[in-house]
């Protein structure tokens, strides 16, 4: 059994979880300037600043609920492509009916949620993609120690090897 001193919370997550959160209010940013420019850009912000934040909010809540945090989906490329469209058009669905059926005076301007909208899609897929070859190539794993006989022991050796994705890292001898 492979047992976890942080359990409760995991770092990776909780690091791809930060990555989603700053590039899903880098996305905002980008949508803004893309469409009006540098000054008027940041006067668009400042002026919407609570619909940004609520739209950018409830991304990430639509993030978790449409399973991009759960192991299984962060292996594999097909269901991780399949978690984020789900999420981000989610994640649009419900922006579109918070602002347009109860907030009428500070919604987004239509170009501006549709790139928005575009890049968060770009955003998540470019940090699943940045996840899983960080935690191919052992980024933040940890130590796992085996014992057991040979027989065994080789089985355990090659399962860890054969799932990088698990956050393991065998170290033989000193």
Known sequence: MFV????RLPRRKLLLALGDGFFTAAAMYLAVLLRLGVEPGLIYIQTHW?????S????????????????NRLQRLGGTLAAA???VTLGTVAILAIFY???????IGRGIFGGYAIFVFVAVLAMR??????SSRGFMSQRCLIIGSNGEAKKAIEL???HPHAGLRIQIGR
Do not use: H
């Open 56 to 71: 950018w909010a409830v991304f990430i809540l639509c993030f978790y609920v449409g399973g991009l945090y759960e192991s």
């Open 129 to 134: 993609m940045l996840y899983f070859m960080a």
């Open 4 to 7: 976890s001193r942080y359990s």
């Open 85 to 87: 469209l789900i999420a």
């Open 50 to 54: 609570p619909s940004i934040l609520i």
């Open 160 to 162: 860890v090897e054969l």
């Open 101 to 107: 059926a109860t907030l009428t005076d500070k919604i």
